[in-house]
Structure formats: structure tokens, C-alpha cells
């Protein structure tokens, strides 16, 4: 994945996390362990984790791939938090850091993927955010292609539990932001 895909799709959901208000935070997600404000501390939280990964440092925060920080980071300015976020990890992500092996609790693993899962991650979750609180959930065609291209190669049956449903049938004729969604566990 690269940066300008990663910057897309931290752009697609910072559009639905500005219309995200503190009365949408009880509402249940398609994620289902997790509520509104759970799934943007889980957001903020990869966001975190894939800044300190791909700048090979400790993410600021305690949190796991799939799990939510250990600590409430949405505050009372969701979209501030994100924002830095945003800004801590397209830092990270610049340079060579996309073209560089990292050191990573699971091992070493190129840039690329790392990029990748974390912008799969920002742009479905940003979906999840959408469709919780009533908001349009179509992306742009082309990134979620390209997204869905990504998570067909580094999304497998074996890697995909916990956290990640089996994925669903969909026509191949569907929208792109329908197969994505789909591929990963979630009616469109």
C-alpha cells in the first residue's frame, strides 16, 4: 500500500469521525463487542500503533492489532484526537518507511503491509462509523478497489479470527465498497 491510498482513506473517514457527536457514542456498530466510542478509540488506537510500527518506535499508547488502547483516547474531541492520529502516522508512514522491513511484536514484516493493514483498518472502520451513525457508506470506487485488492492477499481464512468474520458472498457485479465490506465479514 502507499501513501497517498493511506492518505486517502484516513481522508474518506475523517469525513464521517467529523459528523460523529457524543449522542451517537451508545449506538451499536457492525462491529459487535464494540459501541461507537469503542470504535473510535479502537480507531485512534491503530492509529497509534501503526505510527509507532511503520517509525519503529513504541506506539504511544498500549494497544494490540484487532484491541482497543488501554486507555480512553477519544477525550472530549473525537476529531482532534483523530486528526493527530492522522498526522502521527502519515508522518511515520513517509519517507522509506513503506519500502523498509520493521521490527514488529509478530516479527519482521515490509512496510507495505504494515501500511496496508493500517489503511484497511482506518478506511473499513470509518465504514463501520458510517453505517452506525446513519451516514452515507459508499467510497470512493477506486480506493476501496485498491483496499480490497490489498485484503484478498493479506487477508486469509487462518488470519482472519478473531477479530475478522468469514467473509460473505456478494456479487462479483456489486460495488466495490460492497465487496470490501463483505470480504470482511459485514452486510453491506
Same mark, same amino acid.
Given at each position: 500500500?502507499? *501513501? ?33 466510542? =469503542?470504535?473510535?478509540? !479502537? &480507531?485512534?488506537?491503530? *492509529? ?19 484491541? *482497543?488502547?488501554?486507555?480512553? %483516547? ?5 476529531? #482532534?484526537?483523530?486528526?493527530?492520529? &492522522? ?5 511515520? @508512514?513517509?519517507?522509506?518507511?513503506? @519500502?523498509? &522491513? !520493521? /521490527? ?8 507495505? *503491509?504494515?501500511?496496508?493493514? =493500517?489503511?484497511?483498518?482506518? %478506511? &473499513? !472502520?470509518?465504514?463501520?462509523?458510517? #453505517? =452506525?451513525?446513519? /451516514? ?9 478497489? /485498491?483496499?480490497?485488492?490489498? @485484503? /484478498? ?14 467473509? %460473505? ?14 470480504? %470482511?465479514?459485514?452486510?453491506?
Amino acid at each position: 500500500m502507499d *501513501l497517498t491510498t493511506m492518505r486517502r482513506a484516513c481522508t474518506s473517514t475523517e469525513r464521517v469521525v467529523e459528523r460523529v457527536t457524543p449522542d451517537h457514542y451508545g449506538l451499536p456498530t457492525p462491529c459487535s463487542d464494540w459501541d461507537v466510542r =469503542a470504535l473510535l478509540n !479502537h &480507531v485512534l488506537g491503530s *492509529l497509534s500503533l501503526g505510527e509507532g510500527l511503520l517509525g519503529d518506535a513504541p506506539p504511544s499508547v498500549r494497544v494490540g492489532p484487532g484491541e *482497543l488502547p488501554d486507555v480512553d %483516547l477519544v477525550g472530549d474531541d473525537a476529531l #482532534k484526537a483523530y486528526r493527530a492520529g &492522522v498526522d502521527g502516522l502519515l508522518a511515520a @508512514a513517509g519517507g522509506d518507511a513503506l @519500502a523498509r &522491513v !520493521h /521490527q514488529t511484536p509478530l516479527g519482521d514484516m515490509p512496510g507495505t *503491509l504494515l501500511g496496508g493493514f =493500517a489503511t484497511l483498518d482506518i %478506511l &473499513v !472502520h470509518g465504514w463501520d462509523l458510517a #453505517k =452506525a451513525t446513519g /451516514q452515507a457508506t459508499t467510497l470512493e470506487t477506486d480506493l476501496a478497489e /485498491q483496499v480490497l485488492a490489498f @485484503a /484478498q492477499r493479506a487477508v486469509t481464512d487462518e488470519t482472519r479470527a478473531p477479530r475478522i468474520g468469514p467473509a %460473505l458472498p456478494t456479487a462479483a457485479e456489486a460495488p466495490a465498497t460492497d465487496r470490501l465490506v463483505a470480504y %470482511l465479514g459485514r452486510t453491506p
